[in-house]
């Protein structure tokens, strides 16, 4: 399963594969197209972990920092967070289950889900630096390769996402399945539910909180919400882009509380219809608005 052919594997796995979707929406229901990318089926692990860490690591900020030294290097806590719940998924997964273990990118949240119910609770876990891999053998070779540790389920370097992006990490198991949510695109102070499960987020986005001043004002830097879904979201992209012409995708990402591929989505909308263009390639590119953006019906 690590390293060997597709064929291979599933003369013992038929069905053998890990799915991902990044899906438009906080919901099924809601998702127009319903997803907007999907992972293509990979050879081995070996492959889906490289694929799948790629994919995700948009999701992460690693921002460069300037030592006492002056010596510059990245902060990759929340990447490495996002890849301690890759690996842990791609080790504890029962892949003898007609469940696939699967990765879902909503607007808010990532989820790590895989077949198998935890060994113990996940306080105890928590508690000790005891692992009990299902698959051992699996487990040490992703030990060889410097991508785990053998000490506990890395249940420390996920709550680094909490830490490092005010976001929560939630971790459920019930009698089949495990699942792992990292909150994106909320503040600290929210709270709610997703699924009917208490202790979740609501789907509420950080454009939308801590905008009002004290005298019931916008606060400056802040984008006021509006309303329509297709239209407010443009709305904030071109306001980003008035401020910022040199603004990335992960940016606005971050910024709207929408995936990059939502983003994307819509930037190509707005090069369909002349709105804006892009002058220049990668950090040196720029954006052009070309002219106002008309919502679709509008007068």
Known sequence: MFLGTNAAITDHFSDFRIDYLEIPATNYADAEPRYTFRVEEQENL?????????????YANNPLTIGKMGIGHEDTKEIDALREALVNLLIHTDYFSPMKPRIRVFTNRIEFEN???????????MRTDETLPRNPVLAKFFRVAKLCESAGYGFDKMLQWKKQTGNEVL??????????????????????TIDGKSGMIEDKR?????????????????????????????????????????????????????????????????????????????KGGKWVIMKPYVEQGAN
């Open 46 to 58: 070996w492959e889906y972990y490289f694929v799948l860490f790629q994919r995700l690591r948009i």
């Open 115 to 125: 077949p198998g119910k935890l060994p113990r609770t996940v306080e105890e876990l």
């Open 171 to 192: 971790f459920e198991t019930t009698i089949d399945k495990t699942k792992f949510t990292f909150m994106i695109g909320t503040t600290k102070a929210e709270s709610g």
């Open 206 to 282: 950080c454009m939308e909180s801590g905008m009002i001043n004290d005298e019931g004002g916008i606060k400056s830097g802040t984008i006021p919400p509006k309303s329509g879904m297709k239209g407010g979201t443009i709305n904030k992209i071109l306001l980003l882009i008035e401020n910022d012409n040199t603004i990335s995708l992960t940016h606005l990402s971050k910024e709207i509380g929408i995936n990059r591929s939502a983003i994307q989505k819509h930037i190509d909308n707005l090069k369909d219809k002349g709105t804006i263009r892009r002058d220049g390639a990668g």
